[in-house]
């Protein structure tokens, strides 16, 4: 599994990209993260056109989001897009309670629980988004 920082990946933006890559073909892939509530604040978007995202490629949440935390997603029309408490893409808590999997976008991370296959996470999502990946459905 790679990880990267959002930094990197915007640079690497800079690169040709191929053409014919799928995820490129179907249309967009990625989210937005913003730092507070209904999309305000510092809001970053990562896409497979802009970005060169790869789906299930694991992307680091950078500094400055890191630092200020994340308080409203919305993954991309057609993205399923799973959000981590870690830094890397994996849930490694005792319960499955470490990461939150959405299609739609989340307004207020307040309102939203950590999922898992029993939906019986306590706690919210809100400033605990530490890196995600998405997919195309």
Not at 56 to 74: E, F, H, P, W
Not at 101 to 107: E, G, H, M, V
Request: some cysteine; glycine content about 6%.
């Amino acid at each position: 599994m790679q990880l990267m920082s959002v930094l990197t990946v915007l640079a690497a933006s800079k690169v040709a990209k191929r053409t014919n890559d799928l995820v490129t073909r179907d249309g967009l892939l990625g989210s937005k993260l913003c730092t507070d509530v209904n999309f305000t604040g510092n809001c970053e978007t990562i896409t497979n056109v802009a970005n060169g995202l790869k789906p299930n490629q694991c992307i680091l949440v950078d500094s400055y989001l890191a630092t200020k935390g994340v308080s409203s997603i919305q993954p991309l029309e057609r993205s399923w897009c799973t959000y981590y408490l870690s830094d890397n893409c994996q849930d490694f808590t005792w319960d499955n309670c470490g990461h939150y999997d959405a299609t739609s976008p989340i307004a207020d991370l307040t309102t939203v629980n950590p999922t898992n296959s029993n939906h019986q996470c306590g706690g919210d999502m809100d400033k605990k988004i530490a890196s995600f990946m998405c997919r195309p459905f």
